[in-house]
């Protein structure tokens, strides 16, 4: 079982930035790992996963977001540039220790509590 716990959301104008933390409670650094949004209203949806040197992104998000490990400090990030409104909604990060299961965004047993995003027009 792997603890996450996620912070750095908070409200911006669109175009701002903003950057999440993941911290957990084992090394990233041979996890599967992902962030996933769910908006007002809507199904959850992977935007962003990472394992080893592997990264991918929704098409929504390219360009715009990165996600990237510090295994050193158990915290995996991401970093949101030219954030829109469509942006806005609860970020969780997931992680699975077996490696990354099912297709993208993958399968995942462990999940944080979310951290919330607004980012206004």
Do not use: H
């Not at 669109?14 to 962030?35: D, E, H, I, Q, Y």
């Not at 998000?61 to 954030?83: E, H, P």
């Amino acid at each position: 079982q792997v603890q996450l716990l996620e912070s750095g959301g908070g409200s911006v104008p669109a175009g701002g930035s903003l950057r999440l933390s993941c911290a957990t409670s084992v090394s990233p650094a041979s996890l599967c790992m992902g962030w996933f949004r769910q908006a007002p209203g809507k199904e959850s949806e992977g935007i962003a996963t990472t394992y080893f040197a592997s990264t991918n992104y929704q098409d929504s998000v390219k360009g715009r977001f990165t996600i990237y490990r510090d295994n050193a400090k158990k915290v995996l990030y991401l970093q949101m540039n030219s954030l829109k409104p469509e942006d806005t909604g609860m970020y969780y990060c997931a992680a699975n220790g077996f490696g990354c299961r099912g297709r993208w965004p993958y399968d995942y047993n462990n999940w944080g509590q979310g951290t919330q995003v607004t980012v206004s027009s």
